[in-house]
């Protein structure tokens, strides 16, 4: 499964507290990104990485925040938590289109419910 | 930015039968539309891609056309089978934009 790992795979909090979701590669991919998924709406991009410590938004980033000290790591920062970012969470990687590989890998998801 | 409009939302055939799901682009400068399938509790996967110097693309029993002109793109499902249910993403993306946008998802239920 493309050597991704996502953690936790479940978590329940409460609105109002900080969350951080963990993504983790061992394919040595440049792009990393985080997506939302939510009925209705398919999957959103959050954030993505085009490197280490290069970070950009994507279409729903507001309440959001990303770190990627290192290559296979690309943390998720929910700052304040709120009852609309009860989702799930995926990570994915690529190669990048430069690589003829835009193909993105996910990773299991992360259920996240914000009581 | 690109936005993808997937048709329709749900989508029910017999077994044997076959099934298309349809998408629309906004933004001419796309050329690469990958199509992901996600089965229930699993992560969402590519089953095929196809870029904008080519009309179609098949794969077995799946098959995927692109019309550049009208900007839209279909997914071509033949003979189903009951594994074929799932919920099938559109996406689309243009060279050098490493974001894939995509679309809002249908749920193909394939009636045994």
């Known amino acids: 499964d493309a050597g991704i790992t996502q953690s936790p795979r479940h978590k329940v909090t409460e609105t109002g507290t900080p969350v951080t979701l963990r993504c983790h590669q061992t394919?040595?991919?440049?792009?990393m990104y985080w997506y939302r998924q939510d009925p209705g709406h398919g999957l959103r991009l959050i954030h993505y990485s085009y490197g280490v410590k290069d970070t950009d938004k994507g279409e729903v980033s507001d309440g959001y925040s990303v770190s990627r000290s290192k290559t296979e790591d690309f943390l998720l920062t929910l700052e304040s938590a709120t009852s609309s970012q009860t989702s799930v969470y995926f990570c994915?990687?690529?190669?990048?289109?430069?690589?003829?590989?835009?193909?993105?890998?996910f990773g299991s998801g992360t259920q996240l419910s914000v009581l | 930015g690109e936005n993808v409009e997937q048709h329709p939302s749900t989508l029910s055939v017999q077994e044997g039968d076959s099934a298309v799901i349809k998408c629309t682009y906004s933004?001419?400068?796309?050329?690469?539309f990958p199509w992901y399938k996600q089965e229930l509790g699993k992560r969402p996967q590519l089953i095929i891609d196809i870029r904008s110097n080519v009309g179609e693309k098949k794969d077995q029993r799946i098959a995927v056309t692109l019309n550049k002109t009208a900007k839209h793109f279909s997914l071509h499902i033949t003979e189903t089978q009951p594994e074929d249910s799932a919920v099938y993403f559109c996406a689309a993306s243009q060279s050098g934009n490493e974001k894939l946008t995509f679309g809002t998802g249908t749920r193909l239920t394939i009636i045994p």
């Open positions: 933004d001419s400068a796309s050329n690469y």
């Open positions: 994915a990687i690529s190669h990048g289109q430069a690589l003829g590989g835009e193909k993105l890998f």
């Open positions: 394919e040595n991919h440049r792009y």
